[in-house]
């Protein structure tokens, strides 16, 4: 009976799987195979979008990637945090090593790593496809880049998001680059105090604005290169003791400083997204532990969760220091780690309504019984998306 389930059907059922669940359910048969791969027209969506099977981000949380901070081999290693098991995913389809950016929407923004200048891309691990970006108008090095998300389609709940969501979430998305040193005359370098955004849609870079110069020496110098946009605002942290905001106003095109809870007290921080608010993590000894603020009215930061202490003892070990502790989060998530085999610290989202929970996942030592090498790394989180995409 299920041979003769219609395909649409089918597919409606595949995209309620997790990841995994998903591509076993492709390698059944070649009905089945054919179902997750079929493309149809959905005219009652916006634009008369073109579908393909996606997995509802709704149902399930968003999986860890962590990418090696240098080149040990073209590889990056997945948790899927149903069942907290770690996969190896080759990447030796890309042309040169990478280093990581930071996710956009389901695919990873790469930066190659053997380039003086920055050069971005677009990689989806899982189906092993990649897409360079053009190179900027102005040769620029070590400048911050941001991603922003411009999505205006919303669906319910119970609706299936069967359209091309990777190519709709791409096309109306930007990528900015800020500040960075540029080529000056006599063979100088200076700071470069504009931005370049780069629009999908025509596939081409543009400077959309300036800054002070003040802005652009701590874009370059002092900014880790993470960033998080909120209501309008593209916001990246300084990593200079004590902690700042900055702030870039997409609509005007003005710049804003924002203080920083216990700035000059905290060991690390982090700009996050959770459930659409602007967070801030971190923690350090004089703040007794690990802290989450959100950016309440009239820019107060207001406190509103704590890591619990026992997984605070137990994520420090013999340490006893935060100075070395990362952090990536989502609308989902939020993950506290190390390196490839240290014990993650996970608040996530549980059950349908808005209630969070703290877990222990442990880290990467073996695959498949097989030892791995530690390895420093960057975290993304990201949605994984089994299909292949034409924008790639």
Known sequence: MWSNLPSDLLTNIFSFLSADSFACAKSTCRHWQACACTTADYNHYPHGLTKSPFLLHNFHPPWFIALPLH?????????????NNWYVLSLDFLPDPVRPVGPLESLLLLRPSNSTFLQLGLCNPFTRQYKPFPMLNIRRTNPAVGVVHLSTLSFPRSSFCEINATR???????????????????????????????????????????????FAVRLTVWTPKESVYCDGVLYWMTSARAYSLMGYEIGSNTWRELSVPMADELEFAVLVSRNGSLTLVGGGACVF????????????WVLVEKVPSEL???????????????????????????????????????????????????????????????????GVLIHPNLVPSFIL
């Open 312 to 378: 605070e003892m137990r994520f420090l070990g013999e340490r006893g220091s935060w100075g070395s502790t990362k952090c990536v989060g989502s609308d989902g998530a939020i993950y506290l780690y190390r390196d490839l085999w240290s014990g993650m610290v996970v608040w996530r989202e549980v059950g349908d309504g808005n209630k969070w929970a703290w877990f222990w996942v442990e880290g990467c030592l073996s695959i498949r019984g097989k030892r791995v090498r530690n390895l420093q790394i960057k």
């Open 168 to 214: 709709n979430s791409f096309l109306n998305s930007r990528v900015y680059v800020a500040g960075g040193m540029s080529e000056a005359s006599r063979e100088g370098a200076t700071y470069e105090p504009t931005l370049e955004m780069y629009d999908p849609q025509l596939d081409t870079w543009r400077i959309v604005g300036s800054m002070p110069m003040e």
């Open 289 to 300: 532990g690990v802290c989450i603020w959100e950016l309440g009215e009239g820019d107060v």
């Open 71 to 83: 080149n040990h081999g073209l590889c990056c290693y997945a948790l899927n945090p149903i069942n």
